[in-house]
């Protein structure tokens, strides 16, 4: 019983920003990580940023300057700052989280519903 809520997608044209929130709740024992992942048309799902409990950060080449991931621990929120968008952008984003389950407490590895991010040229 771990859900992950997200949201802040929409339609953008380029060079403009938007700002993604993933907000977690119920059996966690402790977050690891936390990330955005995205998958556009005919593409292979892919890591935008990750962060970890301890504020690590981790980029795709195709974001680095652009997009910025940051955290709220005592939220168990995620968020992802997107600037300068470029169509090759456009893609369904997904908040994943990896940690450990309250009860039971076993591995957490949960996915949000996905938002649709659209950058038109």
């Known amino acids: 019983q771990v859900q992950l809520v997200e949201s802040g997608g929409g339609l953008v044209q380029a060079g403009g920003s938007l700002r993604l929130s993933c907000a977690a709740s119920g059996s966690i024992f402790r977050i690891n990580a936390m990330g955005w992942y995205r998958q556009a048309p005919g593409k292979q799902r892919e890591l935008v940023a990750s962060i970890t409990s301890g504020g690590s950060t981790n980029y795709a080449d195709s974001v680095k300057g652009r997009f910025t991931i940051s955290r709220d621990n005592a939220k168990n929120t995620v968020y992802l700052q997107m600037n300068s968008l470029k169509p090759e952008d456009t893609a369904v984003y997904y908040c994943?989280?990896?940690?450990?389950?309250?009860?039971?407490?076993?591995?957490?590895?949960?996915w949000g519903q996905g938002t649709l991010v659209t950058v038109s040229s």
């Open positions: 994943n989280v990896k940690g450990l389950r309250r009860s039971p407490v076993d591995f957490l590895d949960a």
